[in-house]
C-alpha cells in the first residue's frame, strides 16, 4: 500500500478513534466523492453525468479500432472482445441502464442480456456475503448492517444507503439458488458472473439452425446474414411496399415476382440458377427450395457437413448481397459468376481453416472442394 496515495474514508467513526488511525497509518483523511480506478465513488444513486466516463471510454475504443469500417460481423467480435471487457468491470460495481440478448443456441447473438448480466455481476458480492468470504468489505458490511442476522433472511433498514438496499434485492433473485442449495452457499463451489448470469436469466427453447449458423467453417460475415435470414428479418421489397417505404414490391433479382424472403432464396429463378450452379461445381445437390432443413438431412463426416453448411450460408450471403447491388444500380451479374466468386472466397476458407491431422476421407472431400 502506498501511503502517499492512499486516503482514510470514515463512516460513523468517533473523533477520537479517527485521530488514533489517522496516526497509525500515516494516512490523511479524505472526503466522498472520489474516483477509484477510474470509477466515481459515492453514497448516492448514479447519475447519467458520472456514468460518461464508460461511454467516453466505449466511443474511444471503437474510434481506435475502426468500427465503422467493420462488417455486422466485426462489429460483433468488437462488442463481444472489448466492449464487454470495459462494461464488465463497470458492471461489477454499479447498476447501469442497458438492453438485452440472447444466447447463439437460442436464436440470439450470444451477447449478454446487459441488465441481467448487471445483476449478475453484483451477485458476486451476495455471494461473498452468503459464504462470509474473507474480504474486507465483508467484514464491514456484516459489522455495519448485517450482525448477527441471517443473510437470507436480512431485511436493510428503510434509511439504509440506495446502494445497499439494492445489493439486498438481488440477493432475493438468488433466493432459490440458496433453497436448493446450489452454489450459493456450498463451501469450494465458486460463484461466477456467467454462472449467476445463467442461473436468472429468461431462457427460450434452441434453436435447430444453430450448429448450421454458426458452425467455424463459415465466413463470419455469412454467419451474421444468415443469422438475419434465419430470423426472417430481411428487408424486402415486398416488406418495405407495405412499410410504405418503396413504392414496388417486385423482386431485384428476377423483376418477376414480389420479393418475399421465400421468393428471393427458394423460388426466384435467379437465384435457383446461383445454387444449382455451386451444386454442380461442388457435385452435390443443394435443395434450394429447402435451405432451412437442408442440415437435418446432411450426411457425411462433421467436416463434410460443415463445409456443405458454409456452402449454404455462403449463397445466402451472396444472394443478399447481389439482391442489395442490383437494386442500387440494376446492374445482375450471371449466375456462374456469382457461384464462382463465392466458392472462391470459401476455398480461402477451407485452406486456412484445415489442419494437417484430418482423417483421409475428409482429406480427399477437402481436396476434391479446393479444385473444383
Ligand atoms: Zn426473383
Redesign the pocket.
Known sequence: MSKGKSNAYFNGVPDSIKKEIICISWMVEGSLPFRYLGVLIKTTRLSAQDCKPIIDKVVDRIRVLGARKLSYAGRLVLVKAVLKTLHTYWASMFILPTRACRPRDEGGLGLKNELQWIKAAVGKLVWWIATKSDHLWVRWINHIYIKDKAWQTYTPPQNTSWYWRRVCRIRDLFIEAYQQNQWMTQQGKEYTIEKGYDFNRDKSPKVNWYNMVWNKWNIPKHSFISWVYHHRNMNTMEKLYRLEISEVD????????I?TID??FF?????QKVVNCVGNRIGISLPHHDLLTRRTRSHGSKIEKGIIDATINACIYHLWRHRNQSRIDLTLIHPKKVAHQLLEELQKRVAAMVTTSIREKDRKFVQHFMEI
Not at 250 to 257: D, E, F, M
Not at 267 to 271: E, L, N, P, R, V
Open positions: 417486385t423482386c431485384c433479382l428476377c423483376k418477376n415476382s420479393e421468393h428471393l423460388q426466384c429463378q435467379y437465384s
